[in-house]
């Protein structure tokens, strides 16, 4: 079936980096999405990578994708308070009728 | 205008009492859904519709009922809400003919059945 997981919380320090793993089932994943939601808003894409590939870079943000352990990862350098949210792993997957199945979402707290 | 409108934002309804969500969209996209975002359990999908006339249900549809008045609108119907049912509720949409199938998302209905 179709499952995305992450860690509920994570907490670092402002100017560090922060990364947010994600781990889902559906091998035949098309797209990988990274959401983000802050404290009273909908969600808003942040970013995405298509299956075939394996890094994509956009300022501050770092995606990975190892498909072989179906591990993704978000990278945030220098992290910002602006950056505090909660970040959803998401994956669209053709067997579901080109739904997207979302993860729990990440909390990132962000401490001076 | 946000390209996606929820209403109403925020609505406390008695257990047993029917209640509508509405949303609205600006983008024509045809693909539109309903999630609710429970804390810890993350957007769990609720109904979707690819247009007008196909409805389909979501992992979690019992309970709930749908609408799609026209391509641009899209209700959610709780017919006896019970408390369990108190979430945050968000309308999104999608065309399916950008590459990246990405999400617009309203900004959300905060629901309390007391």
């Known amino acids: 079936g179709e499952d995305v997981e992450q860690s509920l919380f994570l907490s670092v320090r402002e100017g560090d980096s922060s990364v947010i793993n994600c781990t889902y089932t559906d091998s035949s994943s098309t797209y990988l999405y990274w959401y983000k939601q802050e404290p009273g808003a909908g969600l808003q894409l942040l970013t995405y990578i298509f299956s075939n590939m394996d890094m994509k870079q956009d300022q501050r943000l770092t995606v990975l994708l190892n498909k072989k352990d179906k591990h993704l990862s978000l990278r945030i350098a220098d992290t910002q308070t602006g950056d505090s949210a909660i970040y959803f792993c998401a994956e669209s997957v053709y067997s579901s009728a080109s739904k997207i199945i979302f993860g729990s979402g990440t909390r990132l707290s962000i401490r001076p | ?114």
């Open chain 2, 1 to 114: 205008d946000a390209d996606v409108t929820q209403t109403p934002r925020n609505r406390i309804t008695k257990t047993g009492k029917r209640i509508m969500l509405e949303c609205s969209q600006t983008k024509g996209h045809d693909r539109m859904y309903w999630y609710r975002q429970d804390p810890g359990l993350g957007l769990r999908l609720i109904y979707y519709s690819f247009d007008v006339k196909d409805i389909n249900k979501g992992e979690i549809s019992d309970g709930y009922s749908v609408s799609r008045q026209a391509q641009a609108k899209f209700s959610l119907s709780l017919e006896s809400a019970i408390p369990n049912q108190t979430a945050l509720y968000f309308c999104a949409t999608s065309d399916y003919g950008t590459p990246d199938y990405g999400y617009t998302f309203g900004s959300g209905t905060r629901l309390t059945v007391v």
